[in-house]
């Protein structure tokens, strides 16, 4: 077995990096701790990515990417995710809107909204939660109804990220109220300026605008609203979660913050306790277990396989390692950790009072903890459902 990238994937970690030193600058590092704060900075980022054909740097090449493979995808997301570049929203739109679009849209759909994806012309956002339904995604309430050729739409989305500055949505809606529940679900897209639409937006735990909350009240879809076939939804949703290339997560952001609190370390003089000197030398250990982790999880996808419990144990152990390092940071820093950006007196850029509180919600979004656990009990080690 040879652990090493090729010299093509070691060059690609190069510009990219190289890239990267000439673009980030202190206020956007910011970012991925306040980053729905400024969205027209976050636009202009992304339209820079856009600009080196980097928004989508998997997808083929016919529809704005550069056909880069999973390990080569995961190389790329380290090296963004070390310089705390922002996402500013591409997760959704790159993960999840593009490729299913990809694969059920007609061509004239794919004509209309590949192209403002990678070149960041449109910003999508994901209506999947609903308040009653989360973890049990089918049985979401709002409804789709017919009307001559078009769609009239009521109901509400929740937790919805990049909510207030979000220019689509891709959403799922009951559209057959008898059918049973996984069966009576279709996927649309739906444009949020749409009359009948509103918005109200959520602060997160850090005070944030986190998410938000959207209305519909009839509102009017068009018949090339729907994507795929009516009722098969549900199957169209869970495909594109397998089907998901671009966001393999990675260690890059946990070992930028172990290096940031080692630096620290070194530079201010300040004496560790052994106890947390412990904890920074076992979370080094975690980051290298997380490391090979992902990387289990992008050679499957390069031979063609679909991870899917393997994917489930990545998220579950990196994002309780991104709270217990954010945890640790905050014991290292002492007082100083406490601090909110702003503070003239913080240390770091002020990020651990800040990661600590938004490291909580990570064990939430995608799934939660106690989801992925279900997963490895049953996919992974074979436990009958409980
Ligand atoms: C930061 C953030 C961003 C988000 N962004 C989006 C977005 O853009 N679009 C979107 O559609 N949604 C988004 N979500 C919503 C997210 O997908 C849901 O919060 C998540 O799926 C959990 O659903 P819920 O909040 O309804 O909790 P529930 O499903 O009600 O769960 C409550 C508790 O019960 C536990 N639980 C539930 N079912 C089981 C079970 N079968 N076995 C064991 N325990 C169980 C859960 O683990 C949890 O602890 C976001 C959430 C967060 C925190």
Request: proline share 5%; hydrophobic share 40%.
């Amino acid at each position: 077995m040879d652990l090493r990238l090729t010299a093509e994937q070691e060059r690609l970690r190069a510009e990219v990096r190289a890239w990267l030193a000439t673009v980030m600058h202190a206020e956007i590092e910011g970012f991925p701790y306040s980053e729905e704060e400024d969205p027209a900075a976050l636009r202009a980022f992304n339209k820079l990515l856009a600009w080196n054909g980097w928004i989508a740097p998997a997808w083929p090449r016919e529809y704005g990417g550069m056909e880069l493979g999973a390990v080569e995808q995961l190389v790329f997301g380290e090296e963004m995710a070390y310089a705390r570049a922002p996402n500013g929203g591409r997760g959704p739109a790159v993960g999840y809107a593009g490729p299913t679009i990809m694969l059920a849209g007609t061509d004239e759909q794919k004509r209309r909204h590949l192209p403002g994806i990678t070149n960041w012309d449109v910003v999508w956002a994901q209506g999947f939660s609903e308040p009653g339904s989360g973890s049990d995604l089918a049985s979401l309430t709002t409804t789709a109804i017919r009307d001559g050729d078009d769609w009239i739409l009521n109901g509400t989305k929740i937790w919805t990220s990049h909510a207030h500055y979000a220019d689509w949505m891709y959403l799922l809606a009951r559209t057959d109220p008898e059918a049973p529940k996984h069966r009576g679900i279709s996927y649309f897209l739906l444009d949020l300026k749409a009359p009948g639409v509103s918005f109200q937006p959520l602060l997160n735990i850090a005070g944030r605008k986190g998410f938000g909350q959207f209305f519909f009240d009839n509102v009017r879809m068009p018949p090339d609203g729907l994507l795929g076939e009516v009722n098969r939804g549900w199957y169209l949703a869970t495909t594109t979660l397998d089907l998901e290339r671009s966001n393999i997560a990675n260690a890059g952001g946990a070992r930028r913050t172990i290096d940031d609190l080692c630096g620290y370390l070194r530079e201010s003089g300040v004496r560790a306790s052994t106890v947390n000197r412990h904890r920074l030398a076992g979370h080094a250990v975690e980051v290298a277990v997380v490391t090979m982790l992902s990387y289990r999880v992008a050679s499957m996808l390069a031979m063609g396989a679909v991870p899917n419990q393997e994917a489930s144990l990545l998220k579950l152990f990196l994002s309780e390692l991104d709270q217990r390092i954010a945890n640790t940071g905050l014991h290292l820093l002492g007082a100083y950790g406490q601090l909110m950006p702003g503070s003239p007196l913080a240390k770091l850029q002020a990020q651990f009072a800040l990661t600590y509180l938004t490291t909580v919600p990570r064990t939430i979004a995608g799934g939660t903890s106690e989801i992925q656990r279900n997963i490895i009990a049953t996919r992974g080690l074979g436990l009958p459902r409980g």
